[in-house]
């Protein structure tokens, strides 16, 4: 298909073009002086001409160019109307018929996690016992002075009966404390001396919202769920703030080569907070909307302390807007809330009552804030959902944008519910990526009647919800092309299975493409900042190597983003451009 413009769209572009001139911040015309403001508003810092852009504006047709001027767009248009906003020392950028997009947005990862993963012992492509013990035996080889053996990201499709055991860890790391997190972050898997020094013992209480797995005879087996992983995980030394400073470097500027202008950090603790101020500061290379974790019975102290904290980071650059919090855990590990048991048994691992969360969530739309509820089971997501609804109805509150954060299993009849309630489907495209811990764990552990109702991005698209696309990285990569390209096809990079994992929700490019930019800017209250290209809006976007919108799907995947621009400025640009 060719992108040739008609006659029809190149003169809604000189249309919609007329209107553009608007004066760059800071520089409102004094009454009487709006002749000398249209000519100094109407000059640009750089523009960019040649390229095929896809404003992200329903209605709006594709063009070519863009002015920027400051830190905003001045204008979007033809080439030839672009350059009529150039003047001395403007920079003219030639993009040889590349694609321009909006900025990415990220709706859900974590930071300081995904940074760290950078960095860390990563198990995610050892698919078998074999491979893991191999990776681990490896790295606590290599570093003979380490404490401990830490490291991310083993699958439950490794073990036989999807659970791992402390004597297989034993048998790789004998001599000093192990502790590896799954995949997903909700289950740790501890050897014995990890166990013996954290106290863990067949006489050990499980916590509320966790669960310490035990054996025949009431001995825990080395698997933590949820809450009861803390037994361990506390007793892990803590990285140091410079290491924690580098990593988070590292991780931002990775993200900013991914095409990545904002991210939503789905919950973070006020150390962690402070540092990422830090290191914005001093590197502006990434924007971020950030949720604070939610208080689990906010008093008006701890709403206070969370309004200074909101009050205090409120720029384009660190905006805190939301709370996060548990409804649920995940499928694997069979903690997800369901309506109906697990195989085997077993409805799951809901973190709250419903009138426990009722009076949080009614306690924090009352006070202005966004609530981002994790909720994965069906139960889970009603449970979310009826919160949301009782909050508004008893608040008489509207348009808070509350967000369900994964929204994996939901009951069909609930997704009308979303849109009804004016609340945030924020999935991540990635997570129907299937690969052998899909396939042969958590398809199996859903059974075939809430399989074919899992992640079904395309009916919470039908059912008329706004929905955010995220990775939760470091659960899957940030890089938005592989979960662009995953939306498209269901299939992995190697194009297993043919067709598709439930090929009916697979997206357009272009829905996908929504998701992860005008959705996601809707999904913390930013739509008129970002996540379009139009005039006023912040200059956030990205130059891709090839034409998304007009590829077969299984070629998604070989985009390259070649330049990313944050507020006028390149955060990344690829050595072939
Ligand atoms: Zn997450």
Redesign the pocket.
């Known amino acids: 298909m060719t992108r040739r413009m008609t006659p029809l769209a190149a003169a809604a572009l000189v249309a919609a073009w007329a209107g553009t001139a608007v004066p760059a911040k800071g520089e409102e015309a004094k009454a009487g002086q709006a002749p000398q403001r249209l000519s100094r508003a109407g000059q640009a810092d750089r523009i960019f001409v040649n390229g095929r852009v896809w404003t992200g504006e329903p209605g709006r047709p594709p063009a070519e160019a863009l002015a920027i001027r400051g830190t905003s767009i001045l204008a979007v248009g033809t080439s030839a109307e672009a350059r009529r906003h150039a003047a001395k020392g403007t920079e003219i950028v030639d993009l040889r018929g590349r694609l321009v997009v909006p900025g990415f947005i990220d709706g859900?990862?974590?930071l300081v996690g995904g940074s760290l993963s950078l960095e860390e012992l990563r198990l995610d492509d050892a698919e078998t016992f074999a491979a893991l013990a191999q990776r681990v035996g490896d790295w606590a080889r290599s570093r003979p002075e380490a404490h401990w053996v830490t490291g991310e990201g083993w699958t439950y499709a490794a073990f036989p009966d999807g659970l791992p055991s402390r004597a297989q860890l034993d048998v790789v790391v004998p001599d000093r404390p192990a502790w590896l997190v799954s995949y997903d972050?909700h289950t740790g898997w501890a050897n014995s001396v990890a166990l013996r020094l954290a106290d863990v013992t067949r006489a050990t209480v499980d916590p509320p919202g966790g669960a310490v797995v035990r054996d025949a005879t009431g001995e825990p087996t080395g698997v933590l769920k949820e809450s009861a992983m803390d037994l361990v995980a506390r007793r892990v030394p803590k990285l140091l703030p410079h290491e924690k400073e580098r990593a988070l470097r590292k991780g931002i500027a990775q993200a900013a080569a991914w095409g990545l202008t904002t991210v939503h950090q789905?919950?973070i603790g006020e150390e962690d907070l402070e540092l990422l101020a830090r290191v914005l500061e001093a590197a502006p290379r990434l924007r971020v909307y950030a949720a604070l974790d939610i208080e689990r019975d906010p008093g008006p102290e701890a709403l206070a302390r969370q309004e200074a904290l909101r009050g205090r980071f409120s720029s384009d650059r660190l905006r805190v807007g939301a709370v996060k919090g548990y409804v649920d855990g995940v499928v694997e590990a069979k903690t997800a809330a369901m309506f109906e048991p697990y195989p085997g048994g077993g409805t799951g691992l809901p973190s709250w009552t419903q009138e426990e969360l009722d009076r949080a969530v009614a306690a924090y739309d009352k006070a202005g804030w966004q609530v981002m509820l994790?909720a994965i089971g069906d139960r889970g997501i009603d449970m979310a959902l009826t919160a949301f609804e009782r909050a508004a109805r008893a608040n008489g509150t509207s348009g808070r944008r509350h967000r369900i954060?994964h929204v994996e299993v939901p009951r069909p009849a609930d997704l009308p519910r979303f849109k009804a309630a004016g609340v945030v489907a924020s999935t991540q495209a990635m997570f129907p990526y299937p690969n052998r811990n899909h396939l042969g764990v958590y398809v199996p552990t859903l059974g075939p009647e809430r399989a074919r109702r899992a992640l079904a991005f395309k009916a919470i698209d039908d059912a008329g919800a706004v929905q955010a696309f995220g990775s939760?990285w470091p659960?899957f990569t940030a890089e938005v092309v592989r979960g662009i390209a995953c939306a498209v096809t269901r299939t992995t990079v190697e194009g297993a299975p043919a067709g598709g994992w439930e090929p009916a929700q697979r997206l357009t490019v272009e829905a996908a493409l929504r998701h992860f930019t005008r959705d996601a800017a809707f999904a913390e209250h930013a739509e008129g900042q970002k996540g379009t290209l139009a005039p006023g809006r912040l200059a956030d976007f990205v130059v891709l190597s090839q034409d998304l919108l007009a590829l077969p799907p299984e070629r998604v995947k070989d985009t390259k983003v070649l330049l990313t621009v944050l507020g006028g400025q390149d955060t990344w640009r690829a050595p072939e451009f």
């Open positions: 859900h990862l974590h972050g789905a919950g994790h954060e939760d659960v």
